[in-house]
């Protein structure tokens, strides 16, 4: 497992270093290699061979299926996309890649400690040691989380300065202030936008497969969606951006910040935007690699723990890769939130406003 955390550093810096360099073949790799990483997860699986194994493998050749035709249908978004990440990124602020590589070394040591506790809860064979492995993974899930959004705020605040006063702030103090006064909402924010971020992607899918046949998969499906649009509304990763330059509370924030995109018609253009969903992958097929390097090598030295040893590297190198791009996702966050204070500011160009007279020319 040890192997597992290590390469899961090494996927990350690779990937971060890649969105650095080419935003446009990092999304095109990271949308057309995700599927293919999985679908070699899933033949891992049946390879094992166990019963649980064959359920999981299965599984995840399903949704790398689902994956491919996802990238089919977003795939007129990439031009767009690309321009929004490489615009948003295209002065990192200073130090961007040392403070990047020093939470990606903090997540590697943490996740080490980690995995150290589960092997001694497999060693110990007791009864509860389901319990203390469950337990690991939510502390596992919830600090890398905090370990991401500490990034994500303070790189948004020094960005959304730039956009919307022209002015550099220093990476130091931003990261200091969040340290010393944001912790409360980056704990709140990273239990809750996770959970809000699936219930509203979930109503979406639901929302497609309904469709408007049937009347009551339709209805179900609506009123699912309303409950998902007021959770994404209270909880949202926009939200962050407010919490670090005005000091707000999360969901207070992510109020404020949802309210603003309504108000300039941003909604549409939000909903539609890809950046999510490129973290989201490029967690995944970061993920998948360092499955497959823990799951093989596990595999041909302790095969019985082959399964197991590939969940963890999974999780670990999904989360590893998340806080690997916090810092361009946190460019392309404050890009917006600035733009929506002020669409007639300096430091835009006619990114947004085009894309938005794209969208109401589709929906017309």
């Given at each position: 497992m040890l192997a597992s955390v290590a390469s899961s550093g090494l996927v990350a810096l690779t990937w971060q270093w890649m969105v650095s360099c080419s935003p446009s073949k990092a999304i095109k790799a990271c949308f057309w290699l995700s599927p293919l990483l999985i679908c070699s997860v899933g033949i891992l699986f049946l390879i094992i061979g166990s019963a649980s194994g064959s359920a999981i493998g299965v599984i995840a050749i399903v949704c790398a299926v689902i994956q491919s035709l996802y990238t089919c249908w977003v795939n007129p978004r990439f031009e767009y996309a690309i321009k929004i990440l490489s615009v948003s990124t295209a002065f990192p602020p200073a130090k961007t890649t040392f403070f990047v590589v020093l939470s990606i070394m903090v997540g590697v040591v943490y996740s080490s400690l980690l995995v150290s506790g589960i092997g001694g809860a497999t060693a110990t064979g007791t009864e509860f040691d389901i319990l203390f492995k469950v337990l690991i993974l939510l502390s596992l899930a919830w600090s890398m989380q905090v370990i991401k959004n500490v990034v994500l705020i303070t790189i948004s605040r020094v960005k959304y300065i730039h956009f919307a006063y022209g002015a550099d702030f220093y990476t130091g103090i931003a990261f200091r202030d969040t340290i010393n006064h944001l912790m409360g909402s980056v704990s709140i924010?990273?239990?809750?936008?996770?959970?809000?971020?699936?219930?509203?992607?979930?109503?979406?899918?639901?929302?497609?497969?309904?469709?408007?046949?049937?009347?009551?998969?339709?209805?179900?499906?609506?009123?699912?969606?309303?409950?998902?649009?007021?959770?994404?509304?209270?909880?949202?990763?926009?939200?962050?951006?407010?919490?670090?330059?005005?000091?707000k509370g999360f969901i207070q924030a992510s109020v404020d910040t949802w309210d603003m995109f309504r108000r300039v018609g941003m909604e549409a253009l939000i909903d539609s935007d890809l950046t999510g969903a490129f973290c989201f992958l490029s967690g995944i097929a970061g993920a998948a690699i360092c499955a497959l390097v823990g799951g093989i090598w596990t595999l041909a030295v302790h095969e019985s723990y082959a399964i197991e040893v590939s969940i963890y590297a999974f999780l670990i190198g999904y989360f590893m890769c998340r806080v690997a791009l916090a810092w361009p996702q946190a460019c392309v966050l404050a890009y917006y939130v600035a733009y929506a204070e002020n669409p007639q500011g300096p430091r835009f160009d006619s990114t947004i406003p085009g894309r938005i007279q794209e969208l109401q020319r589709h929906q017309t």
């Open positions: 924010g990273s239990a809750l936008a996770p959970i809000f971020g699936v219930i509203r992607g979930s109503s979406r899918t639901i929302g497609l497969v309904a469709g408007d046949r049937d009347e009551f998969l339709f209805s179900c499906a609506d009123c699912y969606a309303s409950v998902a649009m007021s959770l994404g509304k209270i909880g949202n990763r926009w939200g962050f951006v407010h919490v670090g330059v005005y000091n």
